[in-house]
T-cell receptor, first 114, second 112 residues
Framework: SQKIEQNSEALNIQEGKTATLTCNYTNYSPAYLQWYRQDPGRGPVFLLL?????KEKRKERLKVTFDTTLKQSLFHITASQPADSATYLCALQDGSGNTGKLIFGQGTTLQVKP | SQTIHQWPATLVQPVGSPLSLECTVE??????LYWYRQAAGRGLQLLFYPVGIGQISSEVPQNLSASRPQDRQFILSSKKLLLSDSGFYLC???????????FGSGTRLTVV
């Protein structure tokens, strides 16, 4: 069956360090992969989208990689700040369809300590 | 710019009561609308998604239904709530079905 896995354990890092979050998937061939940020009690907020023919995408302090051979995406936050503390969700869109359905991982909670 | 409105923010309902959650989108026409649910400690689960103009498909069997009375209005309903319906409900839309998705602020539903 299709599966998306994110590290369920919280990631604690010191301010200024680089945070790296992992998203692995199986039995899936996504045309797109997206990353969202979710704060407690709020809806997810879109951060980055990367297509299957792209290896890397950057936006300010954020960087996403997409390895379709390893079936893995890495999400990096450089020079992390306490304001980056949140839950980060990985989401895949099925490339075989055109419905825009997103399948989400359970998310990884990041805690940046000052 | 496009915005999405969802209400109410919180709701406490007894088991067996009906449900109606509403979502509207401004700044665009014919948006692709979705409903997701997030149970405590679990990831986002897709409930309903668009499959054509005016058509909505259910992703999982449940006692919930979705309707689209107007182009930019989306309703999530139930005739009789179950305890297992408790969760955080999110309305979402995308301009193109293969691009970013914009989420509403969510409704925290507690069935007691």
């Amino acid at each position: 069956s299709q599966k998306i896995e994110q590290n369920s354990e919280a990631l604690n890092i010191q301010e200024g360090k680089t945070a790296t979050l992992t998203c692995n998937y199986t039995n899936y061939s996504p045309a797109y992969l997206q990353w969202y940020r979710q704060d407690p009690g709020r809806g997810p907020v879109f951060l980055l989208l990367i297509r299957e023919n792209e290896k890397e995408k950057r936006k300010e302090r954020l960087k996403v990689t997409f390895d379709t051979t390893l079936k893995q995406s890495l999400f990096h936050i450089t020079a992390s700040q306490p304001a980056d503390s949140a839950t980060y969700l990985c989401a895949l869109q099925d490339g075989s369809g055109n419905t825009g359905k997103l399948i989400f991982g359970q998310g990884t909670t990041l805690q940046v300590k000052p | 710019s496009q915005t999405i409105h969802q209400w109410p923010a919180t709701l406490v309902q007894p088991v067996g009561s009906p449900l109606s959650l509403e979502c509207t989108v401004e700044g665009t026409s014919n948006p692709n609308l979705y409903w997701y649910r997030q149970a405590a400690g679990r990831g986002l689960q897709l409930l309903f998604y668009p499959v054509g103009i005016g058509q909505i498909s259910s992703e999982v069997p449940q006692n919930l239904s979705a309707s689209r009375p107007q182009d930019r209005q989306f309703i999530l309903s139930s005739k009789k709530l179950l305890l297992s319906d408790s969760g955080f409900y999110l309305c979402a839309w995308s301009v193109q079905r293969r691009e970013e998705t914009l989420f509403g602020s969510g409704t925290r539903l507690t069935v007691v």
